[in-house]
């Protein structure tokens, strides 16, 4: 029986695809880069400079509504509607920030 398993073991170690290990790309999928697809993953790596983007009074404005006062209307809102519930059901009206 370890006679078998040795000579198994030669012979396999002649086999040359067991000898190297296979490179992949991308899984089992042979892929070839594509010049504008790379490019288009760069730029989306890379958002300020792909687009232009540039800190000054529109962007800020832009970015102080979405992340302040967007919320905070959101936030009104819910306050309200609670508290309406809060007094048609005669319940006591909960206190909120």
């Known amino acids: 029986m370890s006679q078998s398993l040795l000579r198994a073991g030669r012979l396999a170690s002649r086999v040359p695809s067991l000898q190297t290990q296979q490179t992949r790309s991308v899984g089992d999928l042979p892929v070839k880069p594509d010049k504008y697809i790379e490019q288009w993953g760069t730029y989306r790596e890379h958002i300020p400079v792909a687009h232009g983007f540039t800190w000054n ?33 005669e319940r006591k009206e909960r206190e909120f920030l």
Not at 65 to 84: D, N, T
């Open 57 to 89: 009074a529109s962007t800020f404005g832009r970015i102080a509504l979405w992340a302040g006062a967007f919320p905070y209307f959101i936030y009104s809102v819910s306050k309200a509607e609670f508290q309406k519930t809060d007094r048609k059901y």
